[in-house]
């Protein structure tokens, strides 16, 4: 089929972006798989033994965790996100940094405060007496459990593109149902729901993928109950002596095509997406009945209690603990590890590292994620469209492990004239890559919401392509870019196992610092560092959503 003027224009424009994701995320993942068909060195392929029932049972247990995660996902995410896009609630903005907290917090650090909770003679047993602390160890250390504290976490992701696509439906879509006589559940089931089901599809996508991909849970709850996930697998094969890194390969090439599965699953759920017009010039407001407003009230505290005051509560109590073997006391507490971890001049390089390189990567993948998620809705038949937005969401297919040792296979052979290996460049190129399917999901959550007639309106009045960008499309893209930048920034912060893997050997970073301190036995120092980590990233979510707010308030 032939392309028209403009679909040439934009062929051409994103070539150049397809070829460095070519060069950034599809030859790592092609050198993982190489090495999974032909083994590591003088050790053979994997492949054979992914048919032993060992690792069938690790493949069932990773389908069934990130199932449970999406569950338990959605029914944290989809009331909040009505209650502060559809009502009153949304005045409430604390509200907004609470749901970003879990977020904020390491992954393996929320399950060493679960630990730590529900540990014997730990807070759990002090507040609830032994039956209560026996009921709640039943429920954290089980698959469910797991599921609930990795739900905990990433439950955001899906809160923040369901809230912004809520955002951008205008008053009218609703106030014309219920005009026409349509009752409440009417117009949920038959215009709320086929509208958010895109957005939706993209949010259950990135919850079920970072489930299987991520490795701090699994690795510290699942490990102590006895329940393998192919990430945990792949983490012990690197890790731990001897390295067996054909089957490393050999799992993570069925990780790839899981991921790869459930996206084409959410492509054909998306196909139909339904535009309304871009941002609502005037946003939908529910007035609630005292039972519902209690009702949403109470799901929030539940949530809360669930994914920041249980946690929470742990971290702050591991940072001012001086002897975990005691009670809970005045006299046991104190605050002094956080002097200690301040004044560590090498924790305060990690801090300042971790914090720039963030920056700089959050700001490159949402440059990237901008320019893949028009070329995909303006290619949306042709290759180059199709392959840019593969590729764009292609890194959150693989655990973040695997990518890491990709970059490593790709960017330390010793054929390259040049390589940013074993520098800060190739942190930030690691950070970028993981952060770009984030980013790209949250703008294309925003870029659903626009009416291709918008732009055409445009161009017929005679503006050029990039008046027509900066004055229509990037405006109506401003929620999911902002939402997206700061989420990168907030998870390349904390980010641990490409801090781990591609940092040189005398570059501090927040994440490797903190690890270490638990494996020398510092543990107050490291939840004292972790801390002193979240009330930054709050800091820069407060001022980064206030200014939003505004930039909103002022566009009407």
């Known amino acids: 089929m032939a392309l028209t003027a403009p679909e040439r224009r934009a062929r051409n424009a994103a070539t150049p972006l397809l070829i460095l994701l070519i060069i950034g995320v599809a030859a790592p993942l092609v050198m993982v798989l190489i090495r999974a068909v032909t083994g590591h060195g003088d050790q053979p392929s994997a492949l ?55 977020f904020m917090t390491p992954p393996y650090v929320s399950a060493l405060a679960w630990i730590d909770v529900t540990r014997f003679n730990g807070l759990g047993d002090q507040l609830l007496g032994d039956a209560g602390g026996d ?63 895109p957005a939706y599809s993209l949010g259950a996508l ?33 890790t731990i002596n001897p390295l067996d890194f054909p089957t490393a390969a050999a799992l993570s090439s069925v990780l790839l095509w899981l991921g790869c599965a459930v996206w084409v699953i959410q492509q054909w759920i998306s196909r139909r997406e339904q535009p309304f017009g871009g941002r609502a010039r005037r946003r939908a407001t529910v007035t609630l009945s005292r039972w519902a407003a209690t009702a ?46 301040l004044q560590s001049p090498s924790g305060q390089q990690a801090l300042q590292n971790s914090a720039m390189l963030a920056l700089v990567a959050a700001t490159a993948a949402t440059a990237l994620a901008v320019g893949a998620t028009l070329a995909s809705a303006r290619l949306k038949r042709h290759p180059v469209g199709r392959g840019t937005d593969l590729l764009a969401v292609g890194a959150d297919t693989v655990p973040t492990i695997v990518m890491a040792i990709g970059l490593i296979f790709l960017w ?22 993981v952060l770009l399917p984030m980013v790209v999901q949250n703008v294309k959550t925003s870029r659903s919401t626009i009416d291709d007639r918008y732009l055409e309106a445009a161009t017929t009045s005679g503006a050029t392509g990039a008046q027509s960008f900066l004055r ?44 270490s301190q638990f494996d020398q036995g510092f543990r107050a120092e490291a939840m004292a560092m972790t801390v002193i980590g979240i009330l930054g990233s709050t800091a820069v979510l407060v001022l980064v959503d206030t200014l939003r707010r505004r930039y909103f308030a002022k566009r009407g």
């Open 48 to 102: 054979p033994e992914l048919t032993d029932p060992t690792h069938l049972r690790t493949l069932g247990n990773t389908i069934l965790l990130g199932v449970m995660v999406v569950a338990i996902a959605t029914a944290m995410a989809t009331p909040l996100a009505f209650l502060m896009s559809w009502t009153r609630l949304r005045h409430h903005r604390w509200i907004d940094v609470v749901v970003m907290l879990p």
């Open 135 to 197: 009921a709640l160890r039943s429920i954290i250390l089980s698959p469910f459990g797991m599921a609930l504290v990795m739900a905990s976490e990433v439950f955001t992701f899906l809160y923040l593109i369901l809230r912004n696509y809520l955002d951008a439906v205008p008053a009218s879509a609703d106030e014309a149902a219920s005009v026409s006589g349509a009752s409440p559940w009417q117009r949920f089931r038959r215009i709320m729901v086929p509208l958010c089901t």
């Open 206 to 238: 990135i919850v079920f993928i970072r489930a299987a991909g991520e490795f701090g849970t699994p690795v510290t709850l699942g490990n102590q109950i006895g329940f393998p996930v192919l990430v945990s697998e792949i983490y012990r094969s690197v």
């Open 296 to 341: 949403g009230w109470a799901w929030l505290s539940v949530v809360a209690l669930v994914s920041v005051i249980i946690p929470y509560t742990g971290i702050f109590l591991g940072a001012m603990t001086l002897l975990r073997s005691q009670p809970i006391s005045l006299e046991n507490l104190t605050f002094d590890y956080f002097g200690l971890v």
């Open 412 to 433: 330390n052979s010793p054929w390259l004239p040049a390589s940013p290996y074993n520098s800060p460049a190739m942190l930030v190129l690691g950070y970028t890559l």
């Open 472 to 515: 229509v499309t990037l405006p109506l893209l401003m929620p999911g870019i902002l939402a997206g930048w700061l989420l990168g920034l907030l998870l390349a912060f904390r980010e641990v196992v490409i801090s781990s893997l591609l940092r040189p050997g005398s570059y501090p970073l927040l994440s490797p610092w903190i690890m």
